[in-house]
């Protein structure tokens, strides 16, 4: 289904037979996985003895120059279909002769360390070193280590990191790269000790390349922890050690002040910055806008918006998102309609979060589908949580029909559900009562190796819930 959806998009393509031929073996044939390290690949289990159907149409597809764009495009949209981005990636390798590039690799790996297949990424790293198009870059260690964080695996993350002198990339790129993998997934007790830790760099062996860089990872790290009075403590000790704060640090901890409840001090360090003559930047100002909005009322922000080009910084995309929010917290619809409007005019393109924004405030489905069409034949992808927002929103209201209508867009924009879609689906399914319905996208859902939540009506509650219910 989801190359077939690429097959419609690309109706004009030297490689339409292509995808149509992917559509139609991938969807009748079972595959096989052989060891890796041998180099062999995924083939399909015919259903007929002594045939291959794969083979058939090899005369014509042999003759398309695959485009690496659109083998990454496609796994893409395989992100949360493992076996079939495997399955792909090793196809188009073994039975069109695409030879992957570092990029493919990476977003393989990428997809594979999602569902904890480390053991199979790393196969792939072994492949990369045998050639010089595909060879392991900082981006490979990068992705390593946002999955393995993202996991709980510091110990593997760190073990990576010590590998990566293999490939010649033990620098400090991939060192950055580590510290803000951790610090992002919330592991910054481990970073702030690897970083600043009496004996943790003795054990690890790691070279330490301590700059303000790697302190604002800290410092944002704890924002993501919400744990404010380490931040603050964090802030002083940047001082105590003498690390000379920029912009960025600044932006942080402005962002701090207004996510833990004190808007007003971000304000008022704001204020000191153009005091002291530091000239911020959009990113500054896009965190200043939403605390003042917050602190000081909408009408403070729009103000700073259009204050902002008088002191030579102009607006960004997430600049206009910001204001379109807080316009839309106060109810001010219209408000924020007319600066959406303003965009295009002033040659912005609204992005994804530009929609997600005004759909959080719309309260009628036809209004919000409208917007939704729109919003595509304008070009703007929905990603995956913009689809499950929009499901969870009919599905508060007790419209089972719009969440099939988003979910069948979803389909044939050939994205891969995840767990939070399915849930999504599966819970409005449940409210009206088609609990048959309901199992069967549950089963499918668990097939795909996503994590399925443990319901009574489905009978996959768990033992020990029951038995604390009886």
Same mark, same amino acid.
């Given at each position: 289904m989801l190359l077939t959806s690429i097959s419609r998009r690309l109706q004009h393509s030297p490689i339409q037979n292509l995808f149509t031929f992917l559509s139609r073996s991938f969807s009748s044939h079972t595959f096989s996985r052989r060891n890796l390290n041998q180099d062999q690949v995924l083939e399909p289990k015919c259903s007929s003895p002594g045939t291959n159907p794969i083979q058939e149409p090899l005369a014509a597809i042999n003759s398309v120059d695959l485009d690496e764009n659109t083998v990454l495009e496609t796994l893409f949209l395989y992100t949360n279909d493992w076996q079939r981005a495997?399955?792909?990636?090793?196809w188009v390798r073994s039975d069109s002769g695409f030879q992957h590039r570092t990029d493919g690799y990476n977003r393989m790996i990428d997809i594979l360390g999602k569902f904890f297949e480390f053991d199979l990424a790393w196969d792939l790293i072994d492949q990369m070193r045998r050639n010089e198009h595909s060879f392991p870059n900082h981006t490979t260690f990068r992705v390593l280590f946002k999955r393995y964080a993202s @996991?709980?695996?510091?110990?593997?993350?760190?073990?990576?990191?010590?590998?990566?002198?293999e490939f010649n990339l033990k620098d400090e790129i991939t060192f950055s790269h580590l510290i803000d993998a951790l610090c992002e997934y919330k592991h910054v007790v481990?970073?702030?000790?690897?970083?600043? /830790?009496?004996? @943790?760099?003795?054990?690890?062996?790691?070279?330490v390349y301590l700059n303000t860089k790697i302190y604002n990872?800290?410092?944002? /790290?704890?924002?993501?922890?919400?744990?404010?009075s380490k931040c603050s403590g964090f802030w002083e000790e940047m001082d105590e050690r003498g690390v000379e704060k920029d912009l960025f640090s600044y932006s942080i901890y402005m962002d701090i002040q207004c996510k833990c409840g004190k808007p007003w001090k971000a304000v008022r360090m704001y204020k000191e910055m153009k005091k002291k003559g530091i000239k911020l930047d959009v990113v500054a100002y896009n965190t200043v806008i939403h605390a003042i909005g917050q602190s000081e009322g909408v009408d403070f922000a729009v103000r700073i918006f259009h204050e902002m080009a008088d002191f030579g910084c102009q607006p960004t995309v997430e600049t206009f998102n910001a204001v379109i929010k807080l316009l839309c917290q106060n109810g001010r619809l219209r408000e924020a309609h007319k600066l959406f409007a303003e965009m295009s005019k002033r040659g912005y393109t609204p992005d994804v979060v530009t929609y997600q924004s005004v759909f959080a405030y719309l309260e009628k489905p036809r209004q919000i589908i409208k917007l939704f069409d729109e919003m595509i034949a304008r070009g703007v992808r929905p990603r995956l949580d913009t689809y499950v927002m929009l499901m969870r929103k009919f599905?508060?209201?007790?419209?089972?029909?719009?969440?099939?209508?988003?979910w069948e867009k979803m389909e044939q924009h050939g994205l891969s559900p995840?767990?939070?879609?399915?849930?999504?689906?599966i819970d409005a399914l449940l409210?009206? /009562?088609?609990?048959?319905?309901?199992?069967?996208?549950d089963e499918e859902m668990m097939a795909k190796g996503l994590s399925a939540r443990p319901r009574?009506?489905?009978?996959?509650?768990?033992d020990s819930l029951k038995s604390i219910s009886t």
């Amino acid at each position: 289904m989801l190359l077939t959806s690429i097959s419609r998009r690309l109706q004009h393509s030297p490689i339409q037979n292509l995808f149509t031929f992917l559509s139609r073996s991938f969807s009748s044939h079972t595959f096989s996985r052989r060891n890796l390290n041998q180099d062999q690949v995924l083939e399909p289990k015919c259903s007929s003895p002594g045939t291959n159907p794969i083979q058939e149409p090899l005369a014509a597809i042999n003759s398309v120059d695959l485009d690496e764009n659109t083998v990454l495009e496609t796994l893409f949209l395989y992100t949360n279909d493992w076996q079939r981005a495997f399955e792909f990636f090793n196809w188009v390798r073994s039975d069109s002769g695409f030879q992957h590039r570092t990029d493919g690799y990476n977003r393989m790996i990428d997809i594979l360390g999602k569902f904890f297949e480390f053991d199979l990424a790393w196969d792939l790293i072994d492949q990369m070193r045998r050639n010089e198009h595909s060879f392991p870059n900082h981006t490979t260690f990068r992705v390593l280590f946002k999955r393995y964080a993202s @996991a709980h695996l510091v110990q593997e993350a760190l073990m990576a990191y010590d590998k990566s002198k293999e490939f010649n990339l033990k620098d400090e790129i991939t060192f950055s790269h580590l510290i803000d993998a951790l610090c992002e997934y919330k592991h910054v007790v481990e970073a702030e000790e690897i970083c600043l /830790g009496k004996t @943790a760099n003795k054990e690890i062996d790691i070279e330490v390349y301590l700059n303000t860089k790697i302190y604002n990872m800290i410092l944002r /790290g704890w924002l993501k922890m919400k744990w404010w009075s380490k931040c603050s403590g964090f802030w002083e000790e940047m001082d105590e050690r003498g690390v000379e704060k920029d912009l960025f640090s600044y932006s942080i901890y402005m962002d701090i002040q207004c996510k833990c409840g004190k808007p007003w001090k971000a304000v008022r360090m704001y204020k000191e910055m153009k005091k002291k003559g530091i000239k911020l930047d959009v990113v500054a100002y896009n965190t200043v806008i939403h605390a003042i909005g917050q602190s000081e009322g909408v009408d403070f922000a729009v103000r700073i918006f259009h204050e902002m080009a008088d002191f030579g910084c102009q607006p960004t995309v997430e600049t206009f998102n910001a204001v379109i929010k807080l316009l839309c917290q106060n109810g001010r619809l219209r408000e924020a309609h007319k600066l959406f409007a303003e965009m295009s005019k002033r040659g912005y393109t609204p992005d994804v979060v530009t929609y997600q924004s005004v759909f959080a405030y719309l309260e009628k489905p036809r209004q919000i589908i409208k917007l939704f069409d729109e919003m595509i034949a304008r070009g703007v992808r929905p990603r995956l949580d913009t689809y499950v927002m929009l499901m969870r929103k009919f599905e508060r209201w007790g419209f089972l029909r719009p969440v099939f209508v988003v979910w069948e867009k979803m389909e044939q924009h050939g994205l891969s559900p995840d767990n939070h879609a399915y849930n999504a689906l599966i819970d409005a399914l449940l409210q009206k /009562g088609l609990t048959d319905m309901a199992k069967k996208y549950d089963e499918e859902m668990m097939a795909k190796g996503l994590s399925a939540r443990p319901r009574v009506e489905l009978g996959t509650q768990l033992d020990s819930l029951k038995s604390i219910s009886t």
